[in-house]
């Protein structure tokens, strides 16, 4: 039995806004880890999102690097939600090797409404509607898209709700946003963000080890409780440790993401992986968004100008572009 962490390839600790894959041998489970610092600050800052939403992104962003890291082709995995409530649309898209860019749109009113009430809690913000995990390999391939209910009080357990539904792998995740306030060197306020979360997913090499208890039929006779299946153990035993994390552990630096792993899985041996660091990066161009507004009638193009001019704002990195008019028309 190995008893600490082995890392495979060059030794390095990971830091801040690099992805740790590791798996444990003994208990059959594989998984990722992070610990985001200036990658996430600077998207959340940019656009000065309030509390509810900038936690709510916030782990969106981890979950979706979490998962993104795990491609092996060039490609994008885009993890969006759509919903009646106060925040109805939350995007955060990763392409390959490491460029994530995030955005979330949400109802001013409705918003300071639930803030008022308390009400802030994912599954409160986002309301009913989906969650859709959309995995693009490029123009020469068929999309996939896996969409799931969001049900569950946290996006911990809709992200499970879809693995165990969409793609039948037991999964589980945690996730944690911190807030930072603290001083500079002139005794100034300082404000920064921080996020951090590990996925664990049990992948033995026999399929029958992996099922999980049957989904309710929803026809069934009253009282009929359906077959009874036990969990395996060794993903009962990976659950509960996993489980055991808490937020602080995702997010202190001085936790990071080795002394984790070894708290968590040093009687079962945990190996590691060199680490993928993950960027603020957004895929906009002038060139893409000139060609978007080439195929526009002259009607639109004239609609569009303002003060000689016509300004594109990039949604996610806020960078503005701007067109003359002619150059659109030619």
Known sequence: METDIQTHGEIAFAGDDRVLPFDVDGLDVRGRTVQLGPMIDAILGRHSYPEPV?????????LTVLLGTSL??????????????????????????GNLRAYARFDEQRLAEAQASGATSPAELLGNGILAFTIDQGEYMQRYQGIVEMKGDTLEAMAETYFRQSEQIPTVVRLAVAELIDRDEEGKPRHSWRAGGIVAQFLPQAPERMRHPDLPGG??????????????????????LVSSVEPGELTDPEVGAERLLYRLFHERGARTYPPVPVFDKCSCSRERLGEVLSGFSDEEITDSVEDGVITVQCEFCSTAYRFDPAEIRR
């Not at 082709?73 to 390959?96: C, S, Y």
């Open 54 to 62: 900038a936690r709510l992104l916030a782990e969106a962003i981890a």
């Open 72 to 97: 092996k082709f060039e490609g994008k995995l885009i993890v969006q939600t759509k919903g009646d409530g106060p925040v109805d649309l939350v995007v955060a898209d990763f392409t390959t090797p």
């Open 219 to 240: 026809d069934a006779p009253e009282g009929h409780e359906g077959a009874i299946h036990n969990e395996d153990d060794s993903w009962t035993e990976a659950k509960v």
